[in-house]
């Protein structure tokens, strides 16, 4: 996580204190009103680690079996916000076992001991919502063998928690972590014996940000998917949480999840991960199937675009298409110049992928994996479609700019298939030209065929173009048509370096090939998974060119070998998730 916006304002600090030190004299709750239910889902794998005193938090492991995680002195501010979050309590939860529920309860006593009285990061709005969740799902797994004295401590501290959070809650960044706060602050005061009139004030707020957050197609400012599913989830819990009390959920939160519920399904796989784009990941395994039946929501997808994504599907193939203007503003500060670009996913496995979000990796990764060369889109000359803005000089957070801000596109069925038509101007201001990519999926799921052209449009635009091209040594502006694979795709350039074969796991064989008007080769790339310690080592097909005239056409294809089966059972199973 990063660190926020709002630790630049000396103001908003002092508040924080403020209200964290008023805290103090906060009468402490009784109990429960009824018995917790958990709902958040942790990782055995990670809870295992945890258990054995491996701290994996913001990309940095500190290997510590008898140190308490508050006597761990932070690498940086990412991994300090991580840990004060809490959300590894669901990892050791998920474990369960007597040494997950002692290191839990070491490690949460420990905090109220440390940190309960208030100030500094571990009582940020954000973290204090995330924190308060956690502590009343996994209330009963911590309070078991907890004499009286140290069971009015835990109530005493999530009293002054949500009295803290009624205060404060519009501290909270816009997006994930004002839902956090505010869905934290309806949790509490709904659970907490002598907290209930906390209760009311936040199911209207958080209505209110429902109708200012949440747009006409589902989404939400940044357009990262995974933000979206926790924020969905979040709502999911909080009407859940309010039927059980015998309350109304407003109509402006229903109507919230109604419009989030087919964005997610469009956004999903063929084999049910997230597409990955503007920072997300894949999303927490069982997460978005598990939210989607708690909705109740009917099955359908999203109209059009969703959020800002355009998906082509067919039988066991799904294709999804970044296919709109990059976010803007403060909800960019994780965004991805990714403007066209696509993941491809055959049945269970991953194919086409972009890089990923390298912000647990330290700013160097997270730098290049927001950059156009780490996703499967076409870049000149090594330049990002968006530029980022100097670092802030507080948050460190770079801004997109100069980013993309006409992106037309149609979609269309065909005889055979479907079609994604777009292009974006990201290129004119500097090279003059345009990017257009149009993408059919043939109607078995065995075909995509692709086509990126670079046009020169307009006066200007050619001018500007002609200026490039005679300064150029050798002419022309260079371009590369850049595909990623997933680490798990096994491929080796074939007949005679003109195609690339590639092997999925589930034993599924694809061949790439083009028109044969660039030059076509196998690079390394990176897979960037925020649970692992490092990036993964992957392959890239790059389509290298020249840009000559005022058109450029390239085309390509995607296709299942001949002999590979309609159906696959892919009996394969995962490997298990580790930090190696």
Known sequence: MSTYDRLAGRGTRLLNRYYAWRARKEPAATGFVSQPEPRTIGSFARGRQLVAGNLLFAGYLVETADTGLWEVAAPDAAFDCERH?????????AVGDFKARAKAQKWV???????GTGGGVAWLPDLTGRRVIRWINHALFLLSGKDRAETEAFYR???RQTWYLAQRWQGAAPGLPRFEALCGLIYAGLALQGREELADPAVRALASECDAQIDLQGGVPTRNPEELLEVFTLLIWAAAALREAGRTVPAAHLAAI??????????R??????????????GLEGRLDHALAASQIPARKADGLAMGYARLAARRTSVIVDASAPPSGRASNSGHASTLAFELTSGRRPLIVNCGSGETFGVEWRRAGRATPSHTTLCIEGHSSARLAPPHKTTGHEQLIEAPDDVPLELSDLADGSRFQGGHNGYVHQFGLTHARTLDLSFDGRTLSGEDMLVALEDAAKRRFDKICKTSPEGGV???IRLHLHPDVDATLDLGGAAVSMALKSGEIWVFRHDGACQLRLEPSVYLEKTRLKPRAAMQIVLSGRAMQYATRVRWTLSKAQETAIAVRDLNRDEPETFD
Request: charged share 20%; proline share 2%; no cysteine.
């Open 85 to 93: 979050g809490f959300a590894w309590l669901d990892d050791l939860a």
């Open 109 to 115: 006593w420990g905090w109220i001991e440390q940190h």
């Open 157 to 159: 501290s999530l009293s």
């Open 258 to 267: 109604e419009r989030i519920a087919p964005t997610l399904r469009t956004l």
């Open 269 to 282: 796989h063929s084999d049910g991960g997230l597409a990955r784009f503007h920072g997300g990941g894949r």
């Open 478 to 480: 260079a371009f590369d």
